[in-house]
Nanobody, 125 residues
Framework: VQLQASGGGLVQPGESLRLACAAS????????MGWFRQAPGKEREFVAA????????YASDSVKGRFTISRDSAENTVFLRMNSLRPEDTAVYYC???????????????????WGQGTQVTVSS
């Protein structure tokens, strides 16, 4: 499985971005896809996850109500729509695939099998 993340950039506080993660390879019906982020000097943080089979989603408290994860099964792509961005959202954002999840939601980075290369999101005025 290969994951290609895109869509990052520099925006001002309050603006929006949409990240995309294109997956190639064996994404199974029961797989889960997730987004994580890592700011300089901080640990990688879970952002959101989505069930490939039924589209069920889960978002961390820090982004709930502002970020939305979604998928396009036909295109094997997962999206992260980020609204009302704040300076503290600045980080490298990674997408990841949990091919055979053992729990829902999969919030630990160790549960994921494959990772994309990351895309930088910078929120600054």
């Amino acid at each position: 499985v290969q994951l290609q993340a895109s869509g990052g950039g520099l925006v001002q506080p309050g603006e929006s971005l949409r990240l995309a993660c294109a997956a190639s390879g064996d994404i199974y019906a029961n797989s889960a896809m997730g987004w994580f982020r890592q700011a300089p000097g901080k640990e990688r943080e879970f952002v959101a996850a989505i069930s490939w089979r039924n589209g069920r989603t889960y978002a961390s408290d820090s982004v709930k109500g502002r970020f939305t994860i979604s998928r396009d099964s036909a295109e094997n792509t997962v999206f992260l729509r980020m609204n009302s961005l704040r300076p503290e959202d600045t980080a490298v954002y990674y997408c990841a695939a949990d091919i055979f999840p053992v729990r829902w939601p999969p919030r630990d980075s160790g549960e994921y099998d494959y990772w994309g290369q990351g895309t930088q999101v910078t929120v600054s005025s």
